[in-house]
């Protein structure tokens, strides 16, 4: 793969980790890590061996949002020809395999917007969760001002976005804006450890699964109801449904091959 500067990965077995890695700027979003994030999710779409993926960032941050000195110079027309962040988001939000971000410190800003785009958010102790955009006169531009709303409820989201203030791991838990709090140092094994049992389920009706939720957060009912189906029929099709029922029924582990 190729060799980045502001990301590393480590592919082991079905699960990929990819690593922000901009400790100098606590993992702010520049172009460059834009640039590298979309490539490095766009070789492991296609990797038929990964089958999840963690993403993370150091102790100290998972990112500490956009990169304000990139942004600091840029006008309204600037920032929208540039179009330099939007990419990231877009990539992370239609990446077709479950992605599980592992986070601890700082994840503000862009950085929250970039958690929200992920499937499942683990967090260790003492991580802090922000849209600290109003304190530098913008509003999230990665989708917080929607994402937020949904996962945390609208009261909290405006409390959350015109404050600025940053809520604790444990009270994002309560809200449902994170999945698992795990003591510091764990993040990155406990993301790694639920990555290992999905990537075990049927890889199909895993990406169905992930489809039907992800269009419940954009879609009305009845035709999320209906997509839902849909894709519930669809399986019905493949030999991995085959497999799962034999499986069950012969009292044996499955063996699933992704078809
Ligand atoms: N952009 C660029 N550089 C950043 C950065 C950011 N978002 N956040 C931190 N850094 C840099 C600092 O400038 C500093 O670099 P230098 O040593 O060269 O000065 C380095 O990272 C370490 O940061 P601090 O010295 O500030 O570390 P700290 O521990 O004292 O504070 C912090 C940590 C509270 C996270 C603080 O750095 C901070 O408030 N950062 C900005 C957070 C923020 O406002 N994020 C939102 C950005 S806007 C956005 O994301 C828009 C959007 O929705 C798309």
New binding site residues.
């Given amino acids: 793969m190729e060799n980045y500067q502001t990301v590393s990965l480590l592919v082991e077995g079905p699960v990929a980790t990819v690593k922000l890695n901009r400790p ?3 993992n ?2 520049n172009s460059v890590l834009v640039r590298e994030l979309v490539a490095a999710l766009d070789a492991l779409e296609a990797d038929q061996s990964v089958r999840c993926v963690v993403l993370t960032g150091s102790d100290k ?1 998972f990112c ?6 990139e ?1 600091a110079k840029l006008s309204a027309a600037d920032i929208e020809s540039a179009d330099h ?1 939007k990419p990231v988001w877009d990539r992370a939000a239609s990446f077709e395999k479950p992605l599980i971000a592992a986070l601890s410190g ?1 994840t ?4 929250l ?1 970039l958690a929200m785009c992920c499937d499942i958010i683990v967090a260790s102790e003492g991580t802090k969760l922000g ?3 109003i ?2 006169g ?1 509003i ?3 989708g ?1 001002t929607q994402r937020l709303p949904r996962a945390v409820g609208k009261y909290k989201a405006m409390e959350m976005i015109l404050t600025g203030g940053a809520i604790s791991a444990e009270e994002a838990k309560a809200l449902g804006l994170v999945n698992r709090v795990v003591p510091p140092g764990k993040y990155l094994e406990e993301a790694t450890k639920l990555a290992l049992e999905i990537a075990s389920k049927a890889p199909v009706a895993v990406r169905a699964a992930k489809e039907a939720i992800a269009a419940s957060q954009e879609m009305g009912l009845s035709s999320g109801l209906e997509l839902g189906r849909t894709l519930f029929y669809d399986l019905f099709n493949t030999e991995d449904k085959k497999e799962g029922m034999s499986a069950f029924l012969e009292k044996r582990k499955p063996n699933f091959v992704g078809r």
Avoid at 64 to 69: P, Q, R, T, V
Avoid at 108 to 111: L, P, R, T
């Fill in positions: 100098d700027a606590l702010a979003l941050a500490a949002g956009a990169d304000i000195k942004m962040l700082y503000f800003g862009g950085g917007e849209q600290p955009e304190n530098i913008i999230p531009g990665g917080g």
